[in-house]
């Protein structure tokens, strides 16, 4: 019995497929030249360059604002270190203030003590590009470090009040951070020595 009925649905979804195919084929093909058209209009719109284009320029805007000091440093290093407030409202620099960041392009803003390179927090900050049309809505990397840097060095307590604060190690390695944080000192030491080395009256 079951058999039987069994037989006869395959019959009747063949004779109800017979029916309905003449109609759906059209359709059918229209659907997939309208997917075909739109994604090539899509693959011909999207430009491979954009990015690479949007990061250059946006490396030269992160140049024209920050100082030489600070170019080099995320030319050769590929983050920036922004000095905390020394209590007066302005960054301290030059190793005195008790703390200082690590800038990186979309990663969190790390948080850390100079004197003793020990971690403090992470503060995650976004700044979406509601402009691109196509692939991610994030900002090329050098602008988002320009976005963070001027933020941070234009009203640090807002920034950090607003950013979503995590222990440090939560999304970057500590390791990997503690050696940033060994390079810069080397940068810093290398650069400090080809200064006083210019300086120096030729014989």
Known sequence: ML?????????????????????????LARWRAHLATGWGEEVAAYDPGRERRAEQRARELLRSCVDEEDWEMYRDLGFLRVWGSDGSGTGAGHGVAPYAYLIYPHKPIVAYVPRSS???????????????????GRLPPSDDVLAKWMALTADERRLI?????????????????????AALSRWERERQRRRDASSLPAT
């Not at 069994?6 to 084929?25: I, N, Q, T």
């Not at 503060?123 to 509601?130: A, E, G, R, S």
């Open 161 to 181: 009040e607003n950013a979503n604060l995590h222990l440090a190690g939560r999304q970057l390695d500590p390791d990997v951070v503690r050696s940033d944080i």
């Open 3 to 27: 058999a039987a009925l069994g037989v006869c649905a395959v019959v009747a979804v063949v004779l109800v497929w017979d029916v309905v195919a003449p109609e759906l084929k059209p359709q």
């Open 118 to 136: 020990r971690l403090l927090s992470e503060y995650c900050v976004d700044f979406p590009d509601h402009e691109r049309p196509f692939g991610s």
